[in-house]
C-alpha cells in the first residue's frame, strides 16, 4: 500500500459526509502490533475461538484437501493458525500467502521456510480485495483458499460476494476454507469490541496517529474518542472515531473542518448466520460443503467447494 492511497482515501475521507475510510489502513507495524494484542483479550473471542474449532477439526479438513494441496491464504494473518492447516495437511505442495504488507510477508515466509523445510512458500505481495491472479498450480493436488478471522465481514454485502466470486474463479476444482463470524447476544459482541483495557480503541485511534507519521497530517487524538456497536438491523458491529470538539485537520496544504459530534466511520464487522453465509456463497458460485462451529456456536469455518 502506498502513502499516495492512503493519502487519497484519507483526502475523500475528511471531504465526504458521511466520513468513513477502509480498514485496511488499520494494519501499520503499530496497528498489527495492537491487533495481536486484541486477539489476546479475553472479551475477544473470535480468533482464539477459530483455532479452537482448526485444532479439533484440521484432520478433516486435510481428507477433504487430499494429498500434495496448495494452501492459498488470503490476508496473510496469523501464522497459528495456517500452521495448523500446514502440519495437518498430506504433503502440501506450496503455500502462496497473499499481504498488502510485503514486510509481514516476508517475516512470515522466513519462518515457515524454516519450520517446514520441505515446504515451497511463494508470498505474494498484493491487494487481494481487487484482482487475483496468482501462478500456474504446482503439482496435481487440489488449490485451498483460506480466508479466516472472518475478514469476509469487513466487506459490504456487495463486496464480499465479488470477493467470493474472484476467490471461486482461481480456486476452481478445490475449496475455500473461510471463516465467518456468527450472530450472537449484542452484549457479547459489545464487550468483544469495546474491551476493559481499551486496547481496541488504541488500535482505533492509531489509523489518526499513522495518518501524522506517513501522511504529515496533525491529528489531535486526544479530540476523539472510540465508539463502537452493534447495528442490529444491519447485523454488524459499526467502528467509529468521533470527534469531542469542533476542530480542523490539515492534510496536504488542505484544511478540512470537524464538527463536534462527528464521525470518522473506520469499520464495519459484518456477522453471519450459517444460512446465511452458505446463501452468500451459492450466489458466488460456490457448492458449500462442511461447517464447523464451537459449542457455543460462536464462530463458524466453512469449506466452500469451488466447482
Known sequence: M?????????????????????????????????????????????????????????GEMAALAGAGAEIVEFGAGSLRKVRLLLQAFDRPARYLPIDISGEHLRDAAAILRAEFPGLEVQPL????????????????GKRIGFFPGSTLGNFTPDEAVAFLQRAAAVLQGGALLLGADLVKDPHVLHAAYNDGQGVTAAFNLNLLARANRELGTNFNLARFHHYAFYNAALQRIEMHLVSRERHSVTLAEERYLVEEGESLHTENSYKFTVDGLRAMAVRAGFRPGPVWTDPERLFSVHWLHAP
Do not use: W
Not at 502506498?2 to 459526509?17: C, E, K, P, V
Not at 458521511?18 to 496497528?31: C, H, L, Q, T, V
Not at 495481536?36 to 480468533?47: A, G, H, K, S, V
Open 2 to 58: 502506498t502513502n499516495n492511497a492512503f493519502a487519497r482515501d484519507m483526502a475523500t475521507a475528511l471531504a465526504g459526509r458521511p466520513r468513513s475510510i477502509s480498514p485496511k489502513y488499520f494494519y501499520d507495524a503499530e496497528g498489527s502490533r495492537l491487533f495481536d494484542r486484541i486477539c489476546e483479550l479475553p472479551e475477544y473471542y473470535p480468533t482464539r475461538t477459530e483455532i479452537g474449532i482448526l485444532e479439533r477439526s484440521a
Open 125 to 140: 505481495v498484493g491487494d487481494y480485495t481487487q484482482s487475483l491472479a496468482l501462478p500456474a498450480p504446482v503439482g496435481h
